[in-house]
Protein backbone atom coordinates (compact mmCIF):
# COMPACT_ATOMS: atom_id res chain seq x y z
CA UNK A 1 0.00 0.00 0.00
CA UNK A 2 1.16 3.69 -1.13
CA UNK A 3 2.29 5.14 2.75
CA UNK A 4 4.27 8.48 1.58
CA UNK A 5 5.95 9.97 -1.59
CA UNK A 6 9.43 10.79 -1.22
CA UNK A 7 10.49 14.16 -3.32
CA UNK A 8 13.54 15.56 -4.53
CA UNK A 9 14.13 19.18 -4.68
CA UNK A 10 15.90 20.72 -7.54
CA UNK A 11 14.56 19.63 -10.85
CA UNK A 12 11.18 17.76 -9.37
CA UNK A 13 9.69 20.53 -7.01
CA UNK A 14 10.59 23.44 -9.54
CA UNK A 15 13.48 23.95 -11.89
CA UNK A 16 16.00 25.58 -9.94
CA UNK A 17 19.45 24.55 -11.55
CA UNK A 18 19.73 27.83 -13.36
CA UNK A 19 19.16 29.83 -10.57
CA UNK A 20 21.46 27.60 -8.71
CA UNK A 21 24.51 28.60 -11.57
CA UNK A 22 23.44 32.26 -11.48
CA UNK A 23 24.30 32.03 -7.22
CA UNK A 24 27.38 30.39 -7.70
CA UNK A 25 28.70 32.41 -10.69
CA UNK A 26 27.15 35.90 -7.70
CA UNK A 27 29.22 34.28 -5.43
CA UNK A 28 32.26 34.19 -7.57
CA UNK A 29 32.15 37.42 -8.62
CA UNK A 30 31.34 38.84 -5.33
CA UNK A 31 34.61 36.95 -3.63
CA UNK A 32 36.98 38.67 -6.98
CA UNK A 33 37.30 35.57 -8.79
CA UNK A 34 37.20 35.66 -12.60
CA UNK A 35 35.23 32.14 -12.62
CA UNK A 36 31.81 31.75 -14.24
CA UNK A 37 30.11 29.06 -15.31
CA UNK A 38 28.09 28.95 -18.57
CA UNK A 39 25.20 26.65 -18.70
CA UNK A 40 26.86 23.82 -20.55
CA UNK A 41 29.85 23.91 -18.71
CA UNK A 42 27.46 23.87 -15.93
CA UNK A 43 25.30 20.61 -17.57
CA UNK A 44 28.69 18.92 -17.12
CA UNK A 45 29.18 20.29 -13.27
CA UNK A 46 25.92 19.08 -12.28
CA UNK A 47 27.25 15.47 -12.30
CA UNK A 48 29.14 16.13 -9.14
CA UNK A 49 26.26 16.32 -6.56
CA UNK A 50 26.18 19.14 -4.15
CA UNK A 51 27.17 22.41 -4.25
CA UNK A 52 30.09 22.39 -2.05
CA UNK A 53 31.27 19.03 -3.61
CA UNK A 54 31.00 20.73 -7.20
CA UNK A 55 33.00 23.72 -6.29
CA UNK A 56 35.70 21.47 -5.41
CA UNK A 57 35.30 19.53 -8.10
CA UNK A 58 36.40 22.77 -10.36
CA UNK A 59 38.91 23.56 -8.23
CA UNK A 60 40.45 20.22 -8.96
CA UNK A 61 40.19 21.15 -12.97
CA UNK A 62 42.01 24.05 -12.70
CA UNK A 63 45.31 22.63 -12.71
CA UNK A 64 47.99 21.95 -10.27
CA UNK A 65 46.82 23.43 -6.71
CA UNK A 66 47.75 26.55 -5.67
CA UNK A 67 45.96 26.34 -2.49
CA UNK A 68 46.68 24.07 0.41
CA UNK A 69 43.97 21.33 1.04
CA UNK A 70 43.08 23.31 4.23
CA UNK A 71 42.76 26.87 1.87
CA UNK A 72 40.84 24.99 -0.38
CA UNK A 73 38.19 23.75 2.24
CA UNK A 74 38.08 27.45 3.73
CA UNK A 75 37.37 28.77 -0.08
CA UNK A 76 34.73 26.12 -0.98
CA UNK A 77 32.81 26.77 2.33
CA UNK A 78 32.91 30.58 2.16
CA UNK A 79 31.57 30.40 -1.32
CA UNK A 80 29.09 28.05 -0.50
CA UNK A 81 28.08 30.35 2.15
CA UNK A 82 27.58 33.31 -0.44
CA UNK A 83 26.14 31.13 -2.80
CA UNK A 84 23.16 29.99 -0.33
CA UNK A 85 22.69 33.62 0.57
CA UNK A 86 22.10 35.22 -2.70
CA UNK A 87 19.66 31.72 -3.47
CA UNK A 88 18.06 32.09 -0.69
CA UNK A 89 17.06 35.65 -1.08
CA UNK A 90 16.21 35.28 -4.89
CA UNK A 91 13.82 32.19 -4.23
CA UNK A 92 12.12 34.32 -1.11
CA UNK A 93 11.73 36.91 -3.72
CA UNK A 94 9.82 34.63 -5.84
CA UNK A 95 12.03 33.47 -8.66
CA UNK A 96 10.81 30.39 -8.82
CA UNK A 97 7.35 28.63 -9.54
CA UNK A 98 6.58 24.49 -8.86
CA UNK A 99 6.66 22.61 -11.39
CA UNK A 100 3.09 21.82 -13.13
CA UNK A 101 0.98 19.33 -10.91
CA UNK A 102 3.47 19.48 -8.00
CA UNK A 103 1.15 21.35 -6.17
CA UNK A 104 -2.28 19.61 -7.13
CA UNK A 105 -0.61 16.32 -6.03
CA UNK A 106 0.87 17.62 -2.29
CA UNK A 107 -2.99 18.81 -2.23
CA UNK A 108 -4.25 16.00 -3.35
CA UNK A 109 -1.53 13.86 -1.20
CA UNK A 110 -2.67 15.37 2.27
CA UNK A 111 -6.48 14.84 1.69
CA UNK A 112 -5.96 11.08 1.09
CA UNK A 113 -3.87 10.53 4.11
CA UNK A 114 -0.47 9.99 2.24
CA UNK A 115 2.88 11.52 4.28
CA UNK A 116 4.94 13.63 2.56
CA UNK A 117 8.97 14.08 2.82
CA UNK A 118 11.82 15.40 1.20
CA UNK A 119 14.88 13.60 -0.20
CA UNK A 120 17.86 16.11 -1.11
CA UNK A 121 21.47 17.29 -1.97
CA UNK A 122 20.29 20.86 -1.80
CA UNK A 123 21.60 22.87 1.79
CA UNK A 124 18.43 23.08 4.41
CA UNK A 125 18.06 26.78 3.79
CA UNK A 126 17.70 26.78 0.12
CA UNK A 127 14.86 23.81 0.90
CA UNK A 128 12.65 26.08 3.14
CA UNK A 129 12.94 29.53 1.29
CA UNK A 130 11.15 27.02 -1.68
CA UNK A 131 8.78 25.81 0.37
CA UNK A 132 7.65 28.41 1.81
CA UNK A 133 8.01 30.89 -1.32
CA UNK A 134 5.98 28.58 -2.99
CA UNK A 135 3.42 26.68 -0.73
CA UNK A 136 2.70 29.26 1.97
CA UNK A 137 4.17 30.11 5.21
CA UNK A 138 2.52 26.62 6.80
CA UNK A 139 4.66 24.72 4.21
CA UNK A 140 7.19 22.94 6.35
CA UNK A 141 3.94 21.42 8.51
CA UNK A 142 2.95 19.69 4.94
CA UNK A 143 6.27 17.46 5.28
CA UNK A 144 6.85 14.55 8.11
CA UNK A 145 10.34 14.51 7.10
CA UNK A 146 13.02 16.62 4.96
CA UNK A 147 15.80 15.46 4.81
CA UNK A 148 18.41 17.09 2.80
CA UNK A 149 22.35 18.02 2.34
CA UNK A 150 25.05 17.48 4.92
CA UNK A 151 22.81 15.27 7.02
CA UNK A 152 24.03 11.93 5.71
CA UNK A 153 27.87 10.93 4.91
CA UNK A 154 27.53 10.42 0.79
CA UNK A 155 25.47 12.07 -1.65
CA UNK A 156 23.30 11.01 -4.55
CA UNK A 157 23.65 9.03 -6.68
CA UNK A 158 24.27 6.92 -2.75
CA UNK A 159 21.30 5.34 -1.35
CA UNK A 160 21.87 7.63 2.05
CA UNK A 161 19.74 10.25 2.01
CA UNK A 162 16.12 8.05 0.58
CA UNK A 163 17.26 5.68 3.61
CA UNK A 164 17.46 8.34 5.86
CA UNK A 165 14.01 10.09 4.99
CA UNK A 166 12.54 6.32 5.19
CA UNK A 167 14.14 6.02 8.87
CA UNK A 168 12.76 9.31 9.97
CA UNK A 169 8.85 7.77 8.44
CA UNK A 170 9.45 4.59 9.90
CA UNK A 171 8.49 2.97 6.58
CA UNK A 172 9.49 0.72 4.42
CA UNK A 173 10.69 1.04 1.05
CA UNK A 174 7.82 -0.71 -0.49
CA UNK A 175 5.31 1.67 0.64
CA UNK A 176 6.24 4.20 -0.54
CA UNK A 177 6.89 6.41 -3.87
CA UNK A 178 9.97 8.72 -5.18
CA UNK A 179 9.81 11.39 -7.40
CA UNK A 180 13.36 12.41 -9.04
CA UNK A 181 14.86 14.30 -12.04
CA UNK A 182 18.18 13.16 -12.59
CA UNK A 183 20.17 9.98 -13.08
CA UNK A 184 21.81 10.12 -10.13
CA UNK A 185 18.67 10.92 -7.89
CA UNK A 186 17.14 8.20 -9.84
CA UNK A 187 20.04 5.86 -8.73
CA UNK A 188 19.75 6.80 -4.85
CA UNK A 189 16.58 6.59 -5.09
CA UNK A 190 16.31 2.54 -7.00
CA UNK A 191 19.57 2.05 -4.17
CA UNK A 192 17.01 2.54 -1.57
CA UNK A 193 14.59 -0.32 -3.33
CA UNK A 194 12.10 2.67 -3.63
CA UNK A 195 9.69 2.50 -7.01
CA UNK A 196 11.01 5.65 -8.65
CA UNK A 197 8.63 7.98 -11.41
CA UNK A 198 11.16 10.39 -13.20
CA UNK A 199 9.85 13.65 -14.73
CA UNK A 200 13.38 15.24 -16.69
CA UNK A 201 14.27 18.76 -15.93
CA UNK A 202 15.81 21.30 -17.98
CA UNK A 203 19.63 20.03 -17.28
CA UNK A 204 18.48 16.34 -16.77
CA UNK A 205 16.61 15.86 -19.79
CA UNK A 206 17.82 13.00 -22.20
CA UNK A 207 20.21 11.13 -19.54
CA UNK A 208 19.73 7.56 -18.45
CA UNK A 209 16.81 6.77 -16.39
CA UNK A 210 17.10 2.93 -16.89
CA UNK A 211 15.76 1.20 -13.58
CA UNK A 212 12.61 4.14 -13.44
CA UNK A 213 9.19 3.05 -13.37
CA UNK A 214 7.96 6.07 -14.84
CA UNK A 215 9.62 8.38 -16.78
CA UNK A 216 7.22 11.00 -18.00
CA UNK A 217 7.24 15.28 -18.91
CA UNK A 218 5.46 16.71 -15.91
CA UNK A 219 3.41 15.34 -13.11
CA UNK A 220 1.08 16.97 -14.46
CA UNK A 221 0.80 15.00 -17.72
CA UNK A 222 0.27 11.24 -15.67
CA UNK A 223 -3.70 12.79 -14.75
CA UNK A 224 -4.87 11.25 -17.53
CA UNK A 225 -7.93 9.70 -15.05
CA UNK A 226 -11.45 10.86 -16.66
CA UNK A 227 -13.24 9.51 -13.86
CA UNK A 228 -11.69 11.89 -11.04
CA UNK A 229 -12.75 15.08 -9.95
CA UNK A 230 -9.12 17.43 -10.41
CA UNK A 231 -6.09 17.11 -11.64
CA UNK A 232 -4.30 16.08 -8.13
CA UNK A 233 -6.26 13.59 -7.66
CA UNK A 234 -5.91 11.89 -10.97
CA UNK A 235 -1.68 12.24 -10.63
CA UNK A 236 -2.14 10.49 -7.62
CA UNK A 237 -4.37 7.80 -8.93
CA UNK A 238 -2.09 7.79 -11.67
CA UNK A 239 1.14 7.08 -8.89
CA UNK A 240 -1.07 4.62 -6.62
CA UNK A 241 -1.74 2.24 -9.86
CA UNK A 242 2.17 2.93 -10.90
CA UNK A 243 3.62 2.17 -7.29
CA UNK A 244 1.19 -1.54 -7.23
CA UNK A 245 2.03 -2.56 -10.56
CA UNK A 246 5.74 -2.12 -9.78
CA UNK A 247 5.36 -3.89 -6.40
CA UNK A 248 4.00 -6.97 -7.71
CA UNK A 249 6.25 -7.10 -10.66
CA UNK A 250 9.14 -6.68 -7.94
CA UNK A 251 7.40 -9.70 -5.81
CA UNK A 252 6.97 -11.75 -9.21
CA UNK A 253 10.75 -11.05 -10.32
CA UNK A 254 11.82 -12.50 -6.83
CA UNK A 255 10.04 -15.69 -6.32
C1 LIG B 1 20.76 18.97 -6.82
C2 LIG B 1 22.12 19.39 -6.46
C3 LIG B 1 22.33 20.51 -5.53
C4 LIG B 1 22.17 21.92 -6.05
C5 LIG B 1 22.88 22.92 -5.16
O1 LIG B 1 20.42 17.87 -6.02
O2 LIG B 1 23.05 18.74 -6.85
O3 LIG B 1 23.64 20.37 -5.13
O4 LIG B 1 22.75 21.99 -7.35
O5 LIG B 1 22.54 22.88 -3.83
P1 LIG B 1 18.89 17.44 -5.71
P2 LIG B 1 23.68 23.19 -2.71
O6 LIG B 1 18.21 17.35 -7.04
O7 LIG B 1 19.07 16.15 -4.99
O8 LIG B 1 18.31 18.49 -4.83
O9 LIG B 1 24.55 24.27 -3.26
O10 LIG B 1 22.93 23.64 -1.49
O11 LIG B 1 24.44 21.93 -2.45
MG1 LIG C 1 17.09 16.79 -8.62
Not at 165 to 194: F, K, M, T, W, Y
Not at 232 to 237: D, E, V
Request: proline content about 4%; overall charge neutral; some cysteine.
Amino acid sequence: MLNAIIFDVDGTLADTENVHRVCFNRAFVTSGLSWHWDKSQYGELLKVTGGKERIAHYIGTLGPAALTAAQRDELVATLHRVKTRFYERIIQQGAMRLRPGVAALIAAARADGIRLAVATTTSPPNVVALLKATLGPDALAMFDVIAAGDSVARKKPAPDIYVSALEQLSLPASDCVAIEDSHNGLRAAVAADLVTIVTPSTYTAGEDFSGAARVVDSLENLSTCGDVPEIGAGILKAIRGIHFRSRVSILHGAS
